[in-house]
């Protein structure tokens, strides 16, 4: 443990938790985890106007969603509490009583100012180097404001005195707060403070460039929850938005994400945010995820779809055999229903191709006689009926997969043919292929 390594995620409840501040929030945790030092989670919840308890506790639901335990914050308590802004009057008080009598304050028409001094200040940025901002210029550059009229206390102000007060020793944020920094800076120097160090990791952009807003896919935290995703394949993909292990392997596992983390290793340039790529990791994630465990993290989807399951043991073999298609969990139901129905819903494209002509009725009606007299109901076994029956009918093999495929399912897709007849098994087999003249009537021949 190090206890000199101090960091903080630090959200605004206005509303849900974004990607990039997931991110945020992972490069802090990472950090901490990685020096054995200590992740600090505060609320910045002084806009009264937007702050809701609801907001926070979306955002807390997402850090814990995505993994990330905090060492000290809400709900956990710590030393250099409040750990919400709202309840941190007396602490802004003193400090700001401390820059008033040192002069570094005046008041400008109810609100108060802090006087610049009117220098360059260098941001020495773990991530985005050293970069001098010249602040001499009163007009591209205005005395910031501390504290408004009504009383209420400016971001800038806040921040750092929270920071002051929380012992940060790294300051882990979006590069859009780089530009703040220099106002931190002298904020840090009036007081007479040993300024934190400054790590502004890259945003995170759609994939032509523009910034990410609420309405684009992926952009919150939330959906991903409601969206089937895998935790761990989420926070995966974004710990590689901006930072990489150097050795070009994708898909890790967290404690070798946090061993391998450094922010010196961290680029420069944006991230750009990709929701197929997201998907491709949960895909991965999906595969490794035991059956026992997949079962369990399907059944809220499947349930709230209103499929019927007897037990839940009767899911392991269907999900055995669709989990090589489905790319979240909320996908599963749609791929699984008709294992638990016989009130399935015909793709009426997928009808039209498989039953285009009448013989595929005719070659259906043959297959089911034959698959009737099989002695043993496996895939192999009716495999080979099949290709015995195309061979009788002078036809392909292929001419009686998806009519088969169809008839069963009600779609032209899904898992692999005779696995999939496998499971259903003998009798609901057959009797939806004896059934599939009901599909006739669909059909204009």
Request: net charge negative; glycine share 6%; proline share 6%.
């Amino acid at each position: 443990m190090n206890p000199e390594i101090r960091v903080r995620f630090a959200p605004s409840p206005t509303g849900y938790l974004h990607v990039g501040g997931g991110r945020t929030a992972l490069f802090n945790w990472l950090f901490a985890r990685h020096a054995g030092g200590k992740f600090v989670l505060r609320i910045e919840d002084t806009d009264k106007a937007r702050n809701t308890p609801e907001a926070v506790a979306v955002i807390l639901d997402g850090l814990r969603w995505l993994g990330l335990d905090w060492d000290e914050g809400p709900e956990v308590g710590g030393e250099y509490g409040p750990y919400f802004q709202s309840e941190r009057e007396a602490i802004y008080e003193r400090y700001f009583q401390k820059l008033l009598a040192a002069g570094c304050l005046y008041e400008d028409n109810g609100a108060w100012r802090f006087r610049s001094k009117r220098e360059v200040v260098t941001v020495h940025d773990i991530v985005c180097g050293s970069i001098a901002f010249d602040l001499s210029n009163p007009e591209t550059h205005p005395d910031m404001t501390i504290r408004r009229p009504d009383g209420s206390w400016i971001f800038h102000f806040v921040n750092v005195v929270d920071d002051i007060e929380m012992k940060i020793s790294h300051v882990i944020r979006g590069e859009d707060h780089l530009s703040n920094t220099p106002k931190h800076l002298e904020l840090f120097k009036a007081l007479d403070v040993q300024p934190p160090a400054y790590a502004h990791i890259p945003l995170i952009l759609n994939k032509d460039g523009s910034k990410m807003s609420k309405r684009d896919a992926g952009a919150s935290i939330a959906g991903y929850v409601e969206g089937g995703f895998l935790p761990g394949a989420v926070r995966n993909y974004l710990s590689l938005l901006g930072w990489s292990p150097k050795d070009n392997r994708e898909v890790l596992e967290l404690d070798e994400t946090v061993r391998l983390f450094d922010l010196a290793k961290v680029n420069r340039k944006n991230a750009h945010f990709d929701i197929e790529k997201c998907l491709w990791f949960n895909t991965q994630y999906l595969q490794k995820t035991s059956l026992a465990e997949l079962r369990a993290l399907s059944l809220p989807f499947i349930e709230k779809a209103g499929i019927v399951v007897e037990t839940p043991a009767a899911l392991d073999p269907v999900l055995a055999l669709v989990r090589e298609k489905v790319k979240t969990l909320a996908e599963v139901p749609s791929w699984l229903s008709y294992f638990f129905t016989e009130e399935y819903p015909f793709d009426p494209q997928a009808v039209t191709k498989a039953f285009s002509t009448p013989a595929a009725f005719d070659r259906l009606a043959a297959l089911t006689l034959a698959w009737g007299a099989v002695e043993s109901w496996d895939a192999a076994a009716l495999e080979g009926s099949l290709k015995q029956v195309a061979a009788d009918l002078n036809s392909k093999p292929n001419e009686l997969l998806l009519p088969t495929r169809v008839a069963v399912s009600g779609r032209g897709s899904g898992p692999n043919l005779f696995p999939m007849l496998e499971v259903l098994g003998r009798e609901r087999t057959l009797s939806r292929l004896r059934h599939a003249h009901a599909i006739h009537a669909q059909v204009t021949l």
